[in-house]
């Protein structure tokens, strides 16, 4: 059995040199892969794309999808206890994502720097992402009069696992980040702009994914720290 989950030319190649009897793959299929796999259509109650993955399983005759099975390693976890030193340990840990792939998935920076700002007094909020996301990051502290923690650069996959296991709460927009989170069944507010959030939500946290309104924003990690 062989599956193909992306659909696109580069993952549609291995598919095509597999020694294997059956050979599925995801149902938007493009730049040809549609050649190489048969297309699984998608239960018609299956919206979220998690779901429509876990279609291709099932027709393989796998089982269906309970627990993500996420879990920082005991090495990542030290490694992030350096990462902690900069926080307030008497405050809620609010880990944020200001960048994204597209500059049209981005919040802007102003809304970020004043969610920062009014949860100083009880949140540690800190900033993360890759050195391409540090201009985003530079123009939020800039526009912030508290100050956020940038850790830009300071967290490979393994040790950014191990902080969103630990945060009370993350805040990114439709990026990897906040699937990682979803994955540790981390408190998440996704901010969509363009995706639609029913389709690419953090799973099984869609309630939490329908608002870029700054004051609803606000309001609703109010809600989700007190919890």
């Not at 990897?176 to 979803?182: K, Q, T």
């Not at 994914?209 to 004051?215: A, G, Q, Y």
Request: with cysteine.
């Amino acid at each position: 059995m062989a599956l193909d989950l992306q659909g696109l030319l580069k993952s549609a190649l291995p598919v095509s040199y597999a020694n294997a009897k059956r050979k599925l793959g995801y149902h938007w299929q493009r730049e040809g892969a549609r050649l190489f796999s048969q297309p699984v259509i998608p239960d018609p109650k299956s919206i979220h794309i998690v779901d429509q993955y876990v279609d291709v399983a099932r027709a393989a005759g796998g089982a269906t999808l309970t627990d993500f099975g996420l879990q920082p390693t005991p090495e990542a976890i030290a490694s992030t206890n350096s990462l902690a030193s900069e926080f307030d340990p008497s405050k809620k840990l609010v880990v944020c994502h200001a960048g994204a792939g597209w500059a049209t998935k981005r919040w802007p920076a102003a809304n970020f720097a004043t969610l920062a700002d009014s949860f100083a007094d009880r949140a540690t909020i800190a900033f993360i992402g890759t050195q391409a996301d540090e201009p985003a990051v530079a123009d939020v502290i800039a526009h912030a009069k508290s100050r956020p923690i940038s850790l830009i650069g300071k967290t490979k996959v393994a040790e950014l696992i191990a902080l969103l296991a630990r945060a009370d709460l993350h805040i990114a927009g439709d990026t990897g980040s906040i699937h990682i989170a979803a994955g540790l069944q981390t408190p998440c507010i996704g901010l969509y702009t363009l995706t639609k959030p029913h389709r690419s939500c953090p799973y099984g946290q869609l309630q939490n994914s329908l608002t870029i309104d700054p004051e609803e924003v606000k309001i609703l990690a109010q809600k989700l720290l007190d919890q």
